[in-house]
């Protein structure tokens, strides 16, 4: 069985003063892997010539294929195309039809094009051009002694899409790939090492060609199975096996038997019972309504929300009783039944999901400390509400709050899958 | 002047198989850049001894410190620790104090420890252990022929703490350092090109110790100036006249003299006046919302939100007049200032945001293309709406369009920066 291996290079000083993270490279792998091939390293470079130089040729010595992503643009000098031109020894050409390409993006966002902006469609005379709808700058393609060496922008809208469409493609074409196969099982509200130690089993007697891998984000965590080998339908079969021996260890930990996001569940699910959905949100502050808007379509089944940061538009909009406020507090059980509630009857949906909490650094107190939160959900037979104590920051309780209460609902369904 | 070299190796397949996003050397960047170090490379390997003898030999040609995160752990292996003791030819160690530790975190936890625990406390004879009280495996530094060699755990929270702590403080005292200084300022509502066009003579002119990075994001722009010298003062007067000229030439588009994002801007603006906000959201869904909430304090001046994504709650709980909804779309100037006003009265606010576009992919017409967005702001003098045509996916226009949003009512501020 052959293996394929990639280097990823990313290339700009930003990386390295720790200005942006790096988020390229981890999708990188991800996409790269169900295509067959492996990465091997991943190196972060300057924004100069002699060391991306250096890179280059030490990859050389490791893979089949590198990626390299960044420095190309106007302000940065197109510093890797006029890199990678040197190190073939070639010069520049116009591509006319990146020029087109450029002129037409200039053109729909009605700017003046410069100079510079123009110069942007020439490349290497020795490259297969790799055209960006998305953005100015063509990516390049290079074929050289069995190697391939890609040169994309470092925008990850625009990379990530030459990368679907062409790229990845391309290279499965031009290796002999293995056979990839993946299953992921999407698991909820149980953490890593207790979801390990539950399939402890399992993981134990996978077979040297089949590797697990556990993807966890906030209160969900993915079980991504890889096998690799020569034949698809064999894999499948090996990896159905698989599935069904940890759907019966794992019960009803098991959120979801594909490769979705809560969000995207919780949509499918409202749209099977042609049900509808609104949010009454106060400490995660809009991020529920924006994971759901986030899905394309979601209009069909999410009316839209009420985001109470003040315990007046508690009151005033979501009819939570002033006593109930004055006695439990706007962080308790009381309260965030009484948000579910409001918002589902106001806006007259099937559903609704409410959070109340503390999400920090400040307004903590003894009894209620930060990380405390309150999530409720209401629907057609009644109203449930469940308490959190959650850690890490402020960015991961909003998150954590949010994903638990969309988990809710989730389970709220009488036949989920 | 000095310049000190360091290189960030980071080890685990998690980070290559796209498992994990690597944020740890981020952190790494923006906390020994101000200490005086700058980081050349970062490189990230498998979990396989001699890829990471490879990577460490190939970084000591290059650089004065070697940074080493992850491979630590009783289910690693213990990896790094191994392979560095047969790299430096030594044998391991019991180190009687990180035993100690050990024990205490399994105390603490109420666990039974078991024998693989006690070995995380064994170090290589040669090097000074760093003790590591949130976690067992202890972290370890070497001295070797003028180089530096620290190995930490992966665990953030772990690996930051023994930095701040123990190696940036001793890095400082063992290498004679540079001074570095940072001068950054955010601009909004201008691209890449043309903002460097416009500081076209300022970027030439800037002396070779003083290096600019263009950091964009959606609507805004970062111009970070660094400048590495001896002397802070003499850097940050330097730093202070370059921003002064870039200030004159970009005019309105500078959005802060500050490393802040739009929300903190708005944030303090609005902290200033002693004025509270509101926002009504129609296509971006809840995402200003949630920006702004991310915000520590942001209940200080944030009330609340009104999410309408169907027409009826527009109607219903934003006062927008059915016959401007059927008259003019919800995508239109009439409606976008009727939700600003409506939820501005509603929420009885100072100001107010409003958005409402269509994200797609679906929705479009060619009236009214997929990235047709209209946002309004609503004030005390009066409300203003603005129509936008956005390009990219819905997650891009979706963000685009909050950006877009904020930016206005910043610029709506008298006084502003």
């Not at 002699?50 to 050389?60: G, M």
């Not at 902006?117 to 290079?142: H, K, S, V």
Request: aromatic fraction near 6%; include cysteine; hydrophobic fraction near 40%.
């Amino acid at each position: 069985m052959n293996r394929v291996f990639a280097e990823v290079i990313t290339i700009g000083d930003e990386l390295l003063i720790g200005q942006v993270v790096d988020t390229n490279s981890a999708w990188l792998g991800q996409n790269l892997n169900p295509a067959g091939v492996e990465i091997k390293q991943i190196t972060s470079v300057s924004d100069d010539s002699a060391h991306i130089v250096e890179a280059i040729e030490s990859a050389r010595k490791r893979v089949d294929i590198l990626i390299l992503t960044g420095g190309l643009g106007p302000t940065r000098d197109d510093i890797t195309k006029n890199t990678l031109a040197t190190y073939f020894g070639v010069g520049l050409k116009m591509d006319e039809k990146a020029l087109e390409l450029v002129r037409a993006i200039f053109a729909k966002h009605n700017s003046p094009m410069l100079d510079i902006n123009e110069l942007q469609a020439m490349i290497p005379e020795n490259c297969i051009p790799i055209y960006n709808d998305r953005g100015t700058a063509p990516g390049m393609w290079f074929e050289d002694k069995g190697q391939i060496i890609v040169s994309l922008p470092g925008v990850p809208y625009e990379m990530k899409h030459m990368m679907t469409q062409f790229v990845i493609p391309r290279l499965t074409e031009y290796f002999e790939m293995p056979v990839i196969r993946h299953r992921t099982l999407l698991t909820s509200g149980i953490g890593e090492s207790y979801l390990s130690k539950k399939i402890e089993d399992i993981e134990l007697a996978l077979p040297p060609h089949i590797k697990l891998a556990y993807l966890p984000s906030f209160n969900t965590v993915r079980l991504r199975f890889s096998a690799r080998g020569n034949d698809a339908n064999t894999l499948d079969k090996e990896l159905n096996k698989i599935a069904e021996q940890v759907k019966e260890s794992i019960g009803t930990f098991l959120a979801a038997d594909s490769d979705q996001s809560l969000q995207q569940i919780l949509g499918e699910l409202l749209l099977e019972q042609n049900a509808t959905l609104s949010t009454a949100e106060s400490c995660t502050g809009g991020y529920i309504a924006h994971l759901i808007t986030s899905i394309p379509g979601s209009g069909r089944y999410y009316a839209g929300s009420v985001i109470s940061y003040s315990n007046d538009i508690k009151e005033k909009e979501l009819g939570v009783s002033a006593s109930n406020l004055k006695n439990f507090g706007s962080v308790s059980e009381e309260v965030v039944k009484e948000m579910a509630e409001g918002v589902r009857a106001k806006l007259g949906t099937t559903y609704s999901i409410a959070t109340s909490g503390i999400a920090g650094p400040d307004g903590g107190s003894k009894e209620k400390p930060v990380g405390t939160v309150w999530v409720a959900i209401s629907g057609p037979t009644g109203t449930l509400a469940k308490l959190l104590q959650l850690h890490g920051g402020r960015e991961q309780i909003i998150q954590r709050a949010a994903m638990a209460g969309m988990d809710m609902l989730r389970k709220y369904f009488p036949s989920t899958k």
